[in-house]
């Protein structure tokens, strides 16, 4: 059994994730890590079409990974 920290819990809504307690912390990390791909992915494609210059690219890819800041959290801080 795994015990999430209440603010893990909270972030990983923001994502539609809602573990169980027998869900094992990397599993989830790794369903968090497939959504961070799938918005870096779409943000790549989005420059590729020229929907904006390629001088905001990096700021983009900082600015997504702010909202992904628990992938930067080793896993053995998600529960107590």
Sequence with gaps: ????KAE???ELQRYG?????????QEVRDALND???????????R??????????YADRVRELRKNY???SIPIGFWTT
């Design 1 to 4: 059994m795994f015990h999430y």
């Design 8 to 10: 893990i819990l909270d």
């Design 17 to 25: 994730i809602t573990p169980a307690e027998s869900t094992d912390p």
């Design 35 to 45: 959504l961070y791909l799938r918005d870096i992915r779409a943000l790549k494609e």
């Design 47 to 56: 420059l590729l079409e020229r929907e904006f210059p390629q001088t905001e």
């Design 69 to 71: 800041f628990l992938l």
